[in-house]
């Protein structure tokens, strides 16, 4: 017999939800009201429970149900991360309430970068323009929301930032992710999702066969340098199946997992530049920031008043974090690849072999991606003496 469904309650969006049909509902904030609600729906089981268009939160959620579906993994990730987030902000929004400056508004909470920012934006917007295009909703209220274009990046990690990343780190599992990237300039989600299976120790490399590999077109070799190696093959050891790279409860890595710990190590060398610069926070910023917080919180799905203290904690928490993030160097897993063909070039490999190392399919992507090196004086020399002999 199957088990009867039972709202649960969900701390991470404030809300109750039952799963029917294999379907969650969202039941509301309230405990009372979603009960009542649970009991109409299941007097009427034989209906099939339509999405509840005027939910930002069941929008989003019959968005991922259908990206789950229709994309691969990592898309609905990079959508799950994001939209979580928003309904997190707006746990009761409705579609008739929504409008741009709720999106501008969430966005304007985190440090991001112009291209982060950019992604952000996209998350909500695509799934608006999708509710619209389904027939959840008969108009998209953001559709005239702005999103900037994307930024292009040039971040260059030197040898000695990367020793302060790995100094900085705490975390054994990320270590060895970025170790690797370094090591090889290898994708993120390349590093993400090898398997023992894909690793060739003969050839000291991975493998990924078309049918795994970006683009689904041609096979995909990652070479290993001895560190690489190394790694790998403790890893592979300890995994036998499944990707070897784990996080520190022995889940697979995700983009937002990836991010938060890169987030971390950045803040702890954003925050000793504090120290070093005797930088506080003042109380006077402080006191700004609690007025703009939301002054409760949810517990055991009652919503009760912050204290005094949690608001004070809760703002200085965010400032120290902003300064910090401030302070320290930009750094992601795609920037060590970035850095590794940089690092590559100026050290005299040709640009061809520095292509095809990297995966790219067209290896004028190189010269495209990476013409900031010809702005450097000292690289230019140094080629121009090479060419004269």
């Known amino acids: 017999m199957a088990k009867r469904s039972k709202p649960w309650y969900r701390k991470a969006r404030g809300c109750w939800f039952v799963q029917i049909g294999g379907q969650q509902v969202n039941l509301g904030k309230d405990k009372n009201e979603a009960y009542e609600r649970f009991y109409a729906l299941m007097r009427q089981p034989k209906k099939r429970q339509a999405v509840r268009t005027d939910s930002i939160p069941a929008i989003a959620d019959a968005f991922l149900d259908w990206t789950a579906k229709h994309r691969a993994e990592d898309t609905y990730e990079w959508y799950r991360y994001r939209l979580q987030r928003f309904v997190e902000k707006y746990p009761d929004l409705r579609t008739d309430e929504l409008r741009p400056y709720h999106v501008d508004n969430w966005v304007d909470d985190y440090q991001l970068s112009v291209t982060s920012r950019r992604n952000y934006l996209r998350s909500v917007k695509r799934c608006l323009k999708w509710a619209k295009k389904q027939g959840y909703i008969d108009d998209n209220p953001i559709a ?78 990652v070479y290993l340098s001895d560190k690489a190696l190394a790694i790998t093959q403790r890893l592979m050891l300890k995994i036998p199946s499944g990707p070897i790279f784990r996080n520190t409860t022995g889940a697979v890595w995700t983009t937002g997992a990836v991010n938060c710990s890169m987030l971390s190590v950045q803040r702890r060398i954003g925050k000793e530049e504090m120290a070093r610069r005797e930088e506080t926070i003042s109380n006077k910023v402080i006191a700004k920031l609690i007025k703009q917080l939301k002054p409760t919180r949810t517990s055991k799905g009652q919503v009760v008043n912050k204290t005094v203290a949690e608001l004070r904690k809760e703002a200085k928490r965010k400032l120290t974090y902003k300064r910090a993030a401030e302070l320290a160097f930009k750094c992601s897993l795609y920037a060590l690849r970035h850095s590794w063909a940089t690092n590559a070039l100026q050290k005299g490999i040709d640009p061809l072999t520095v292509a095809i190392l990297m995966g790219h399919k067209d290896p004028s992507t190189l010269s495209k991606v990476y013409q900031h090196l010809s702005l450097d004086p000292q690289h230019m020399l140094q080629q121009a003496r090479r060419a004269a002999g």
């Open 144 to 221: 005239d929301l702005e999103v900037p274009s994307a930024e292009h990046k040039e971040v260059v990690i030197s040898q000695e930032e990367f020793g302060r990343l790995m100094q900085y780190c705490r975390n054994e599992q990320f270590s060895d992710l970025m170790e690797v990237t370094w090591e090889t300039g290898c994708r993120p989600q390349e590093s993400m999702a090898v398997e023992a299976r894909h690793v060739d120790l003969e050839n000291q490399r991975w493998i990924f066969f078309s049918s795994e590999a970006k683009g689904k077109k041609i096979t995909r070799v």
